[in-house]
């Protein structure tokens, strides 16, 4: 990641150029240069600022910035400078562009609504945990480092969706159903599920799911039967081509293959899936996504008094 400074003044309503250039070599030896040139318009405005941001641009900085931090900085520390981030931002907003308010609510910009969500699930990432592998850890920061801006939300909050109902799904014209909050409250015993964060997919079991419902989809009533990874088979029934034609899209959007793993409920591999919902409150102190909602709110208040 670059970080460009600029000292001087920009007149407000001019534009401001930024240009990239790369040199490369093709396939066949040829050696090119690719030129990128962004031009975005300058305010003064402080309204106008928030009301244009770009949330996924703007996390992906916070998520590289965290990971050049982590090999030098404890993760309380680098947690706290994340969440720092986030109170500063909304406070600014609070402070300089909110319209006259209640003091007891909490003020999010349109834009920026998702920041508070995507804040903490970048605290509760593996890259800032300290109960996983380092192995993990290490591969975490350098997949983070480099890692594109459509792929930076889904590492820290992936995509959960239910498969175990698709038939009752109502469809909106896309092949993906709708997403699930990454909460518990939304996994069911009865239920199968499918998380994807752009490297792995979890398929996570129910302790009661129906037999039938198994046949269907993974060819064996049996959970004991399918392996902890597996290749997902089309067997000749409309759920199972669902779900095909779900994980196919996905891996396009992805451009990876995504691994398949298995997870079961009251297995290790149960708890590493719900390890994933980052909205729970978790054992070890994390606090839930409404709980830090408030943490933040406090926050504000605090600086706004002081």
């Not at 792929?151 to 992936?158: E, G, K, T």
């Not at 198994?214 to 779900?243: C, R, T, Y």
Request: contains cysteine; hydrophobic residues 40%; proline residues 5%.
């Amino acid at each position: 990641m670059v970080a460009l400074k600029h000292d001087d003044k920009l007149q407000d309503g001019s534009e401001c150029a930024f240009q990239c250039a790369l040199l490369y070599t093709t396939l066949y030896g040829q050696r090119r240069i690719r030129v990128s040139t962004l031009s975005l318009p300058c305010t003064n405005n402080l309204s106008n600022l928030f009301r244009m941001a770009d949330l996924d641009t703007q996390f992906v900085c916070f998520l590289k910035q965290a990971a050049n931090e982590v090999p030098s900085t404890p993760p309380l520390h680098v947690r706290e400078q994340v969440t720092n981030f986030c109170t500063n931002i909304l406070l600014s907003y609070r402070k300089f562009c909110a319209t006259v308010s209640s003091s007891g609510q909490l003020i999010l910009p349109e834009a920026l609504k998702l920041l508070p969500l995507y804040t903490i699930a970048l605290i509760k990432s593996t890259g800032l945990r300290t109960d996983g592998r380092i192995d993990d850890r290490s591969f975490w920061i350098n997949y983070a480092s480099s890692v594109s801006a459509p792929l930076a939300i889904p590492l820290v909050y992936p995509r959960m969706i239910g498969i175990h109902d698709l038939d009752l799904q109502e469809g909106d014209g896309s092949l993906i159903p709708q997403t699930l909050p990454l909460a518990s409250e939304y996994v069911s015993d009865d239920g199968i599920y499918l998380l994807e964060n752009g490297q792995d997919c979890l398929i996570y079991v129910g302790s009661s799911v129906d037999s039938n419902l198994m046949h269907q989809l993974f060819g064996s009533s049996l959970l004991d039967e399918i392996p902890a990874q597996f290749v997902l088979q089309q067997f000749n029934n409309p759920l199972s081509k669902k779900l095909n034609d779900i994980v196919n899209e996905i891996r396009r959007q992805r451009c990876s293959y995504l691994r398949l793993k298995l997870c079961k409920k009251g297995d290790p591999s149960g708890m590493f899936f719900l390890s994933y919902l980052v909205e729970d409150k978790v054992p070890t102190g994390g606090l839930s996504y409404v709980e830090f909602l408030v943490h933040i709110h406090r926050q504000i208040q605090m600086k706004m008094s002081s």
